[in-house]
C-alpha cells in the first residue's frame, strides 16, 4: 500500500509561483514512477506532469511545459512540483499519483489508469 499527502496549495497572484509537495508512505513508494494530474471545476482530471521511478525521465503537458518542474527528494519520501509564471487557467486541484507497473507507465504516463494510489488534492488558485 502506498499513502500520499500533497499540500503547499494556496492562493497567488498570477505571474507569482508556488510549489507543491507530495508526501509518500508505504514499502514500495520509492521505487514508483509518480505523476501529478489537476481537476478545474466542471473539468476532467487532467495530466499536468510525471516523473520516473528513479528521476531521470520527466513529462510535461503542453499547457505547463517550460513553467513547472517535478523532481524527488527520496530521503524524505518526498515528490514536488515547482511552479512559475502561474496562469488563471491554472487555478485547480492538484493531485500527485504513484504509478502501479513501470512498463506500462512508460508508455502511458499520461493516462489516470497507470496510476493506482492517489493523494487527497490540494487547491491552487490563481488570481488575474
Known amino acids: 500500500q502506498v499513502q500520499l499527502v500533497e499540500s503547499g496549495g494556496g492562493l497567488v497572484q498570477a505571474g507569482g509561483s508556488l510549489r507543491v509537495s507530495c508526501v509518500g508512505s508505504g514499502r514500495t513508494f520509492n521505487s514508483r514512477a509518480m505523476g501529478w494530474f489537476r481537476q478545474a471545476p466542471g473539468k476532467e482530471r487532467e495530466f499536468v506532469a510525471a516523473i520516473s521511478w528513479d528521476g531521470g525521465r520527466t513529462y510535461y503537458a503542453d499547457a505547463v511545459k517550460g513553467r513547472f518542474t517535478v523532481f524527488s527528494d527520496r530521503p524524505k519520501n518526498t515528490q514536488y512540483q515547482q511552479m512559475i509564471t502561474l496562469k488563471p487557467e491554472d487555478t485547480a486541484v492538484y493531485y500527485c499519483?504513484?504509478?502501479?507497473?513501470?512498463?506500462?507507465?512508460?508508455?502511458?504516463?499520461?493516462?489516470?489508469?497507470?496510476?493506482?494510489?492517489w493523494g487527497q488534492g490540494t487547491q491552487v488558485t490563481v488570481s488575474s
Open positions: 499519483a504513484a504509478a502501479e507497473g513501470k512498463l506500462y507507465w512508460s508508455v502511458n504516463y499520461y493516462r489516470r489508469g497507470s496510476y493506482g494510489y
